[in-house]
């Protein structure tokens, strides 16, 4: 199973950034997605989830009304559209897979958002 994602960088405050999680390996549209991201010093959080089929989605309150999490079945690839985006949003942002009986995670991708 591998879980690559991609889209992140350098962002300055208020600009905008897409992420996108390529799955393969597994059967995609059996598994619940999610967006985590961890800065520097501080612990692991989730910010956004999205179910199989995609019908719900849940997120973090920091990221409510900024964030938004979609997937592509077909393509096997889950997405973060992030905008008005903060220095506060600095972090490493990784995707999971989540299954009834395993979890899969991506190896993460850096954003960074500084003038």
């Known amino acids: 199973v591998q879980l690559v994602e991609s889209g992140g960088g350098l962002v300055q405050p208020g600009g905008s950034l897409r992420l996108s999680c390529a799955a393969s390996?597994?059967?995609?549209?059996?598994?619940?997605m999610s967006w985590f991201r961890q800065a520097p010093g501080k612990e692991r959080e989730r910010v956004a989830l999205?179910?199989?089929?995609?019908?719900?989605?849940n997120y973090a309150d920091s990221v409510k009304g900024r964030f938004t999490i979609s997937r592509d079945n077909d393509k096997n690839t889950v997405y973060l559209q992030m905008n008005s985006l903060k220095p506060e949003d600095t972090a490493v942002y990784y995707c999971?897979?989540?299954?009834?009986?395993?979890?899969?995670w991506g190896q993460g991708t850096q954003v960074t958002v500084s003038s």
């Open positions: 390996g597994l059967t995609f549209s059996t598994y619940a």
């Open positions: 999971r897979a989540s299954g009834y009986v395993r979890t899969y």
């Open positions: 999205i179910t199989s089929g995609g019908d719900s989605t």
